[in-house]
């Protein structure tokens, strides 16, 4: 299908939120580009407006709606259609349509059918109910997701799509659907397709990459094979075994040994793990429904320690969930303590509309207290990550380069394979998107300096 009209053509798109968002406005684009629309780089200069939203955390859900505020005059001037794709709730939907704020919707399993919307739209047609009847198998493994040329490097592939954990502050069940993982083959084709294309890097993704599962039917011995994420990682790393290889996110409750042993057996396999923890106290973990305790969580750090050694580990800790008392405070602050994270992702609980927490729960830690507690980990978890960058002091690491640095253009930035950002000075000989051994010399919180050893 072609764009019927010259009226809305030209499209623009802006991420709010996570990694699964940057991946999906690949696969949106593509998806407008096939059926003959165009990518426009300035926002002044577009027909169609589409803002790619996350309702995970408040923040990106206030940052939306400052957004589409000091738009609204570029719409009323240019008629200007706009569209909100990927998590939003049920709540912010109805807010924006009564406030004449946005034309349409599109949840992450619609995709696909954004060029008819606008073609409803473009036609003043009203789209029928029908129209966006249930398909909880979409996961866009037939569609290549739109490469930017500038930044042809590192690359995110979701392998998953939506989440069968229910955790009680958690939107995604809702916003995204059930599970579903993406066919082993197309996701093997597609990394070699981006290694034959100069990537070196690639981030696999999914709200819970752990329980990534796909059964392929074998029709000549009537036997069905199951591919799990230990068995897809061993085919990439020996599939493509020049590229990088990542992944995120990871939870506790699904992480099998397996994986473990075959990060420890790739070498292109990078050694880092997002570890989500949430809470250090069990009573908390219980009301979130996080299906772990604390003491299986250290278990498993332990595991990966064992196995990999190298292996860095980040986390996500959320502080002043609903019931969270000092003491289950404290018994995160200890937790922290014992682990000693590389580094972390933290933020105060907000209840987000539509969650089991929000209909539920009692969100009765005050605001102040949110806020302490929040500073105390922040705080905290910098002391760690200082801890973990001194060891790599004097070691050699391999980098992956990819870019010059924004704060001395002397420099060049790039990642060791535990994802920690080094910086070094630049040298003639070497380009983006090269490999290099960096001695590390010095480090902040959260760089590591070096020089190529
Ligand atoms: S594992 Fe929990 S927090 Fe993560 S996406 Fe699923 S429901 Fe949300």
């Known amino acids: ?175 995204r659907g059930r599970e579903k993982s993406s066919n082993p083959y197309s996701i093997i084709k597609e990394c070699k397709r981006l290694y034959k294309i100069g990537y070196k890097e690639i981030t696999l993704l999914g709200q819970n990459v752990d329980s990534y599962q796909y059964i392929i039917k074998n029709k000549s011995i009537k036997k069905d094979m199951m591919v799990k994420f230990s068995d897809l990682l061993s085919l990439l790393a020996t599939e493509v075994p020049f590229m990088r290889i990542r992944f995120s996110t990871s939870n506790p409750h699904d992480m099998s040994e397996s994986v473990l042993n075959v990060i420890s057996k790739y070498p292109n396999i990078c050694k880092h793990i997002h570890l989500p923890v949430q809470s250090g106290s069990n009573k908390i973990l219980k009301l979130m429904n996080r299906k772990y305790s604390r003491e299986k969580y250290i278990n498993l750090i332990e595991k990966i320690r064992n196995i990999i050694p190298e292996c860095s580990i980040s986390h996500d800790i959320m502080t002043g969930f609903c019931g969270e008392n000092e003491k289950d405070h404290q018994d995160t602050i200890s937790l922290m303590n014992e682990i000693k994270y590389n580094y972390g992702y933290m933020f105060s609980y907000s209840p987000r509309p539509g969650t089991f927490s929000y209909k539920k729960l009692k969100d009765d830690v005050p605001k102040h207290i949110k806020k302490e507690r929040l500073k105390e980990i922040i705080d905290l978890q910098r002391e760690h990550s200082l801890f973990r960058m001194k060891e790599f002091i004097g070691k050699t690491q391999e980098i992956l380069i990819e870019g010059i640095s924004k704060r001395n253009n002397k420099n060049w930035y790039g990642r060791n394979t535990q994802n920690i950002i080094v910086v070094f000075p630049k040298k003639n000989f070497l380009s983006i998107g090269d490999t290099i051994n960096v001695k590390i010399l010095n480090n902040t919180s959260a760089t590591l300096i070096g020089e190529i050893d």
Do not use: W
């Not at 009226?7 to 709010?16: G, S, T, V």
């Not at 165009?38 to 309702?55: G, M, P, Q, R, W």
């Not at 349409?104 to 029908?130: R, T």
């Open 1 to 175: 299908m072609k764009s019927k009209n010259n009226l809305y053509k030209y499209f623009y798109i802006e991420n709010y939120g996570c990694q699964m968002n940057v991946s999906d406005s690949e696969i949106i684009t593509s998806i407008l580009l096939n059926h003959g629309f165009f990518l426009s780089e300035k926002i002044e200069t577009t027909d169609i407006v589409l803002l790619n939203a996350c309702s995970i955390r408040e923040k990106a859900e206030l940052s939306l709606t400052r957004k589409l505020e000091q738009l609204k005059f570029l719409k009323k001037k240019n008629k200007i259609l706009f569209g909100i794709t990927g998590c939003f709730s049920k709540k912010l939907k109805e807010f924006f349509l009564k406030e004449k704020k946005v034309d349409f919707f599109v949840e992450p399993d619609f995709y696909k059918k954004i060029p008819n919307i606008i073609q409803y739209i473009s036609n003043d047609k009203i789209i029928p109910p029908s129209f966006f009847s249930k398909n909880r198998k979409e996961t866009y493994e037939d569609i290549i997701p739109f490469s930017d040329n500038k930044k042809k490097i590192t690359k995110f592939l979701s392998i998953t799509r939506g989440c069968n954990n229910m955790c009680t502050f958690c939107i995604v069940p809702f916003t």
